[in-house]
């Protein structure tokens, strides 16, 4: 037997002596319906027609806002209307649903919960199934997923207030929230313990919401065991279901079956009739990623030539998708035709102007050819004729784009000019970074003297000092034994990215780094990459790092000065001390 309790939708009562809080929701007050003294129900008073044309109005301003996600803005003007109306009464249950979806749509449940107390209270407008079916996806979304459950038991009840009955509808908000949320397991719950009133109307709706949470479940596959589902109950699958199956093939590589299904959707359209079966612009736009990302070219261009020559409304997201697909397979000069076309109608059709993305991507497939001039007059042309604001991102992938551009044509003048603009205009780069691959290229071509980016010279380091001044004593480094197994001492490494062996006579006989710990159950000195890099204490600080560097080494042993040489290690020379890339970071930690 399931016991229930009241949902917890607002904080509890405050004790004696504490700041009085919100009134806590009883399940009295919460499912029952609250009446005047007398026990008769007041009636509402109709709103007169210019009431009701002021109400439309602020109704459609709440949309808009929502879109903008102005919560704030929103709040501001239904209480100026509230203050505007009779007596400063409530609004209808029409613009008080449109705040509630505008406070779950913004992510503020606490707010939506406390507006829902307002409106089921005496002096409320009421509440109603919309109103229900916005809090239960609103609690969805904010993974309150007990206190959802527990508002349907009561409204299946029938204790609820407004008498709200259970539908699909009611039920699919939530249902929709966990699918997002890829909490199939809840979902699946909440299928079986309502499947009743899912199942009215033998509608496929349920079954596109359960194929949509496999996918975004990472079992895109499970999708497919929908449709089967959908078949034995007789139902017809209809153009978004098999839209989500096609976008599950996609997602699963399995471009095959995409195309079959594909197929077998052409063919059920036109064996019943239903032109509303046929394939539209997502269909082919679903299609044509997956057939990118496989770079087919053959189906591309099919796909491609069987959209422009149906009846199908192309759109700018289903000619880029045209575009990507035509990169990604290598056909650059159907792209370039593919884009020519939208340019030429996008002077009669405003909503076909490509977007900021549309040039960067042909820009990253000529940059690599060096076709300097074809990525300049891309460049030139993205401000004028694209729709959109463009990002400061896109205008630094543009710039580092042409310079790529330029290093690759040999046109090193131009590259060092765009690459010290780009210096100038950055912070910060990363070497792994398509600026930072290429600066290295205009680097060594450039040479020692024409250098744009010099070394940095940290100021509490003077390069020529002896490493012996900036080490670390031996011991500070905590070396661990050699025959340690790594298990015992796998959190070390969490920390540090190099650690010292010692053998029994606490000779460093060893230097194991983080990357080469792959056996959990070897002893640490079978991981080690040979002998311990050494230098003598009077070696200066810009050789040690020259020497890291080039050994790809995280750290070097200090020992005396003697007959010494480096890479070489006797157990006879006690180690005095570590030096390694990580104190030197220690030092930028101001900069």
């Given at each position: 037997?399931?016991?229930?309790?009241?949902?917890?939708?607002?904080?509890?009562s405050p004790a004696p002596g504490e700041p009085r809080l919100r009134r806590p929701l009883d399940a009295s007050r919460?499912?029952?319906?609250?009446?005047?003294?007398?026990?008769?129900?007041?009636?509402?008073?109709?709103?007169?027609?210019?009431?009701?044309?002021?109400?439309?109005?602020?109704?459609?301003?709440?949309?808009?806002?929502?879109?903008?996600?102005?919560?704030?803005?929103?709040?501001?003007?239904?209480?100026?209307?509230?203050?505007?109306?009779?007596?400063?009464?409530?609004?209808?249950?029409?613009?008080?649903?449109?705040?509630?979806?505008?406070?779950?749509?913004?992510?503020?449940?606490?707010?939506?919960?406390?507006?829902?107390?307002?409106?089921?209270?005496?002096?409320?407008?009421?509440?109603?199934?919309?109103?229900?079916?916005?809090?239960?996806?609103?609690?969805?979304?904010a993974r309150r997923i007990d206190e959802a459950f527990e508002i349907l038991e009561w409204i299946e009840k029938d204790?609820?207030?407004?008498?709200?009955?259970?539908?699909?509808?009611?039920?699919?908000?939530?249902?929709?929230?966990?699918?997002?949320?890829?909490?199939?397991?809840?979902?699946?719950?909440?299928?079986?313990?309502?499947?009743?009133?899912?199942?009215?109307?033998?509608?496929?709706?349920?079954?596109?919401?359960?194929?949509?949470?496999?996918?975004?479940?990472?079992?895109?596959?499970?999708?497919?065991?929908?449709?089967?589902?959908?078949?034995?109950?007789?139902?017809?699958?209809?153009?978004?279901?098999?839209?989500?199956?096609?976008?599950?093939?996609?997602?699963?590589?399995?471009?095959?079956?995409?195309?079959?299904?594909?197929?077998?959707?052409?063919?059920?359209?036109?064996?019943?009739?239903?032109?509303?079966?046929?394939?539209?612009?997502?269909?082919?736009?679903?299609?044509?990623?997956?057939?990118?990302?496989?770079?087919?070219?053959?189906?591309?261009?099919?796909?491609?030539?069987?959209?422009?020559?149906?009846?199908?409304?192309?759109?700018?997201?289903?000619?880029?998708?045209?575009?990507?697909?035509?990169?990604?397979?290598?056909?650059?000069?159907?792209?370039?035709?593919?884009?020519?076309?939208?340019?030429?109608?996008?002077?009669?059709?405003?909503?076909?102007?490509?977007?900021?993305?549309?040039?960067?991507?042909?820009?990253?497939?000529?940059?690599?050819?060096?076709?300097?001039?074809?990525?300049?007059?891309?460049?030139?042309?993205?401000?004028?004729?694209?729709?959109?604001?463009?990002?400061?991102?896109?205008?630094?992938?543009?710039?580092?784009?042409?310079?790529?551009?330029?290093?690759?044509?040999?046109?090193?003048?131009?590259?060092?000019?765009?690459?010290?603009?780009?210096?100038?205009?950055?912070?910060?780069?990363?070497?792994?970074?398509?600026?930072?691959?290429?600066?290295?290229?205009?680097?060594?071509?450039?040479?020692?003297?024409?250098?744009?980016?010099?070394?940095?010279?940290?100021?509490?380091?003077?390069?020529?000092?002896?490493?012996?001044?900036?080490?670390?004593?031996?011991?500070?480094?905590?070396?661990?034994?050699?025959?340690?197994?790594?298990?015992?001492?796998?959190?070390?490494?969490?920390?540090?990215?190099?650690?010292?062996?010692?053998?029994?006579?606490?000779?460093?006989?060893?230097?194991?780094?983080?990357?080469?710990?792959?056996?959990?159950?070897?002893p640490l000195l079978s991981m080690v990459r040979g002998p311990p890099l050494c230098v003598p204490t009077s070696t200066?600080?810009?050789?040690?790092?020259?020497?890291?560097?080039?050994?790809?080494?995280?750290?070097?042993?200090?020992?005396?000065?003697?007959?010494?040489?480096?890479?070489?290690?006797?157990?006879?020379?006690?180690?005095?001390?570590?030096?390694?890339?990580?104190?030197?970071?220690?030092?930028?930690?101001?900069?």
């Amino acid at each position: 037997m399931m016991l229930l309790r009241p949902p917890r939708m607002l904080s509890p009562s405050p004790a004696p002596g504490e700041p009085r809080l919100r009134r806590p929701l009883d399940a009295s007050r919460i499912f029952s319906s609250p009446r005047p003294p007398g026990g008769r129900l007041r009636t509402r008073p109709r709103p007169s027609s210019s009431s009701s044309t002021d109400l439309r109005r602020l109704t459609a301003r709440i949309v808009d806002l929502t879109r903008r996600r102005q919560l704030a803005q929103i709040m501001e003007e239904v209480e100026a209307a509230r203050r505007r109306a009779r007596g400063g009464g409530a609004l209808n249950t029409i613009v008080m649903n449109a705040v509630l979806e505008a406070c779950v749509r913004c992510g503020d449940v606490e707010r939506a919960l406390r507006l829902f107390d307002e409106m089921r209270g005496p002096r409320g407008c009421g509440v109603d199934g919309v109103s229900y079916g916005i809090l239960l996806k609103g609690l969805g979304i904010a993974r309150r997923i007990d206190e959802a459950f527990e508002i349907l038991e009561w409204i299946e009840k029938d204790t609820s207030i407004g008498s709200p009955m259970l539908s699909p509808h009611l039920i699919c908000g939530f249902l929709n929230a966990l699918i997002e949320a890829g909490d199939m397991r809840r979902a699946n719950a909440l299928v079986a313990r309502f499947r009743k009133v899912l199942y009215e109307g033998h509608s496929v709706l349920l079954y596109n919401l359960l194929m949509k949470g496999y996918i975004k479940s990472n079992f895109p596959l499970g999708a497919l065991t929908v449709k089967d589902e959908i078949l034995r109950q007789g139902l017809k699958p209809d153009r978004l279901t098999y839209n989500t199956i096609i976008s599950a093939c996609v997602k699963s590589s399995e471009i095959d079956k995409a195309i079959r299904f594909l197929e077998d959707m052409k063919e059920e359209a036109i064996r019943d009739n239903n032109p509303e079966l046929l394939p539209d612009a997502v269909t082919y736009t679903t299609l044509l990623k997956g057939l990118g990302n496989s770079q087919d070219l053959g189906s591309v261009l099919k796909i491609v030539v069987e959209m422009k020559s149906s009846l199908l409304s192309i759109d700018r997201i289903a000619y880029t998708a045209m575009i990507d697909a035509l990169l990604a397979s290598g056909c650059i000069d159907g792209a370039l035709c593919i884009f020519g076309e939208i340019i030429k109608q996008a002077g009669d059709n405003k909503d076909l102007r490509p977007k900021p993305h549309l040039y960067l991507s042909i820009m990253r497939a000529f940059a690599p050819m060096g076709d300097v001039d074809m990525v300049m007059r891309l460049k030139k042309r993205m401000w004028p004729d694209s729709v959109g604001s463009i990002s400061r991102a896109s205008k630094e992938e543009a710039d580092e784009l042409l310079l790529e551009a330029a290093i690759n044509s040999n046109q090193i003048d131009l590259a060092r000019g765009l690459l010290r603009r780009i210096v100038n205009e950055k912070e910060c780069f990363s070497w792994t970074s398509r600026v930072g691959l290429v600066a290295v290229k205009v680097e060594s071509l450039s040479g020692f003297t024409n250098s744009l980016l010099k070394p940095h010279v940290f100021p509490q380091i003077i390069l020529n000092d002896p490493v012996e001044k900036y080490m670390v004593p031996f011991q500070e480094s905590r070396p661990l034994p050699a025959d340690l197994i790594l298990r015992k001492a796998v959190m070390r490494f969490w920390k540090d990215r190099a650690v010292p062996l010692v053998d029994d006579w606490g000779g460093c006989v060893g230097i194991i780094h983080r990357e080469d710990c792959t056996k959990l159950d070897a002893p640490l000195l079978s991981m080690v990459r040979g002998p311990p890099l050494c230098v003598p204490t009077s070696t200066s600080v810009e050789h040690v790092i020259d020497l890291l560097l080039r050994e790809k080494s995280e750290m070097v042993v200090v020992v005396k000065n003697g007959n010494m040489y480096e890479g070489s290690y006797t157990s006879s020379s006690r180690p005095l001390g570590v030096f390694s890339l990580s104190m030197l970071w220690k030092f930028t930690g101001d900069y």
